[in-house]
């Protein structure tokens, strides 16, 4: 499986700031998916992110807020942008190899203030 | 509307115990069943089942499908205090490409 790291691992911020979140991969994917797990709540996908092209992103999910990079097929941003306490979650990017099978980077616990 | 549902919601067993979790799903072309195990922050991948694989066996766990009753089951036998976390079920269709559709997930709780 693919080797996947992500920054920062934890951040506490304050209400109307934004963070971005980092992913990293040790090999080239065509997709990265970035997914939230809210407190309580099980994953949602956000939206996926393709090298060259725009994200698409899942309903309830919108660019100005989460605004998405992917410069290279082993590297991907997340921002949250303009936080709430509501976006407190942890975001966890995701690849997919050639069988199918999805696996997830440590995560980013984000916490707002 | 695609859907992924597990039970029970949570169980506690004592060590050596067998554990049974179950996945049903109602999707509209069903492509892949995954199964994962959460401890802190990050799922970790433990099967994927498609109609060419309905049965893993990993050590102390394993995993079937059911396509015709829609449904999956992951046991876990001998269970071990580092069985301890949220075994969450995912369901991936033809219609959406690499989107996983989560259940709320099952916490299990292994004392000594």
């Known amino acids: 499986s693919a080797v996947i790291s992500q920054k920062p691992s934890r951040d506490i911020c304050q209400r109307g700031t934004s963070l971005t979140i980092q992913c990293q991969v040790d090999?080239?994917?065509?997709?990265m998916f970035w997914y939230r797990q809210q407190p309580g709540q099980s994953l949602t996908l956000i939206a996926t992110?393709?090298?060259?092209?725009?994200?698409?992103?899942e309903s309830g999910f919108v660019i100005d807020k989460f605004p998405i990079s992917r410069p290279n097929l082993t590297f991907s941003t997340l921002t949250v942008s303009n936080m709430s306490p509501e976006d407190s979650s942890i975001y966890l990017c995701?690849?997919?190899?050639?069988?199918?099978?999805?696996?997830f980077g440590p995560g980013t616990r984000l916490t707002v203030l | 509307e695609d859907k992924v549902v597990q039970s029970p919601l949570s169980l506690v067993v004592h060590e050596g115990d067998t554990v049974t979790l179950n996945c049903s799903y109602e999707?509209?072309?069903?492509?892949?069943l995954l199964w994962y195990k959460q401890e802190k922050k990050a799922p970790t991948f433990l099967f994927m089942l498609?109609?060419?694989?309905i049965e893993k066996k990993s050590g102390r766990l394993s995993s079937i499908l059911d396509k015709k009753e829609l449904f999956s089951i992951l046991n876990i036998t001998a269970t071990q205090t580092g069985d301890s976390a949220v075994y969450l079920c995912?369901?991936?269709?033809?219609?959406?490409?690499?989107?996983?559709?989560f259940g709320a997930g099952t916490q299990v709780v292994v004392t000594p």
């Open positions: 995701s690849v997919r190899n050639n069988y199918n099978e999805q696996f």
């Open positions: 090999s080239q994917v065509t997709m």
């Open positions: 992110a393709n090298q060259g092209s725009e994200a698409t992103y």
């Open positions: 999707v509209t072309n069903f492509r892949s």
């Open positions: 498609t109609s060419s694989g």
């Open positions: 995912a369901m991936t269709s033809t219609d959406s490409w690499g989107k996983l559709q």
